[in-house]
């Protein structure tokens, strides 16, 4: 299947600051990227949608200031944690996929707010 | 909204044995996708299995099957031959058939813990 890579795999900051998150298609063009927030031992709550060239389209409660995304290429969407807070703190995934084809998913990354 | 329901937090099956594992959803459309995606330990989603609901005929994947019910909207998943490899969350999902951004997106049911036992 197709590679989707996310990175950094682990991040730790400090409270207000803020963190980015690359979620890149290594070997397909992703017109559709999705993010994910996963509390342990639980499902994945979709947080965004975000095409090509376009303003994401958040879930609602999702903080749209907070969680910026930005999905400027074909390959590559970013996630932006801004003023980082310690209930932040959770497993981030992406997903890309091409257009009405199955959705790869990244490695994920946990982010821990200090 | 399209919904998923799992109805087994968790379930555990003994080595070279097989489990199922449920699945049911609710949705007014008539054409849509359903998937199993396994999460093992390191949390990489995979996916299992895949399953068009215009198609009749139930999906295998070596070891795995799907048992769906269109009218009853359920779909199973059977893991025949379980081996330690197996262990992880299982979630099932649903995505609709029309296209255009927010439409693909997955809807996950709450998951189930399998425990493969030696």
């Known amino acids: 299947g197709a590679v989707v890579s996310q990175h950094p795999s682990r991040v730790i900051c400090k409270s207000g600051t803020s963190v980015k998150i690359e979620c890149r298609s290594l070997?397909?063009?992703?017109?559709?990227m999705f993010w994910y927030r996963q509390f342990p031992k639980k499902s994945l709550m979709l947080m965004a949608t975000s095409n090509e060239g376009s303003k994401a389209t958040y879930e609602q409660g999702v903080e749209k200031d907070k969680f910026l995304i930005n999905h400027a290429s074909l390959t590559l969407s970013t996630l932006t944690v801004t003023s980082a807070h310690p209930e932040d703190s959770s497993f981030y995934i992406c997903?890309?996929?091409?257009?009405?084809?199955?959705?790869?998913f990244g490695q994920g990354t946990r982010l821990t707010v200090v | 909204a399209q919904t998923v329901t799992q109805s087994q937090p968790e379930m555990s099956v003994q080595e070279a044995e097989t489990v199922t594992l449920s699945c049911t959803y609710d949705?007014?459309?008539?054409?849509?996708?359903l998937f199993w995606y396994k999460q093992p330990p390191s949390r990489q989603m995979i996916l299992v299995i895949r399953?068009?609901?215009?198609?009749?005929q139930n999906a295998t994947e070596n070891r795995f099957s799907v048992n769906f019910q269109k009218a009853a909207k359920s779909f199973s998943l059977k893991i025949s031959d379980s081996q330690l490899g197996d262990a992880a969350m299982y979630f099932c999902?649903?995505?609709?058939?029309?296209?255009?951004?927010?439409?693909?997106?997955?809807?996950f049911g709450k998951g189930t813990l399998l425990t493969v036992n030696p």
């Open positions: 399953q068009e609901a215009y198609k009749q």
């Open positions: 070997d397909f063009q992703a017109t559709t």
């Open positions: 999902a649903y995505r609709s058939a029309f296209s255009g951004g927010s439409n693909y997106k997955l809807t």
């Open positions: 949705t007014s459309e008539s054409d849509y996708y």
């Open positions: 997903s890309a996929m091409e257009e009405n084809t199955e959705a790869f």
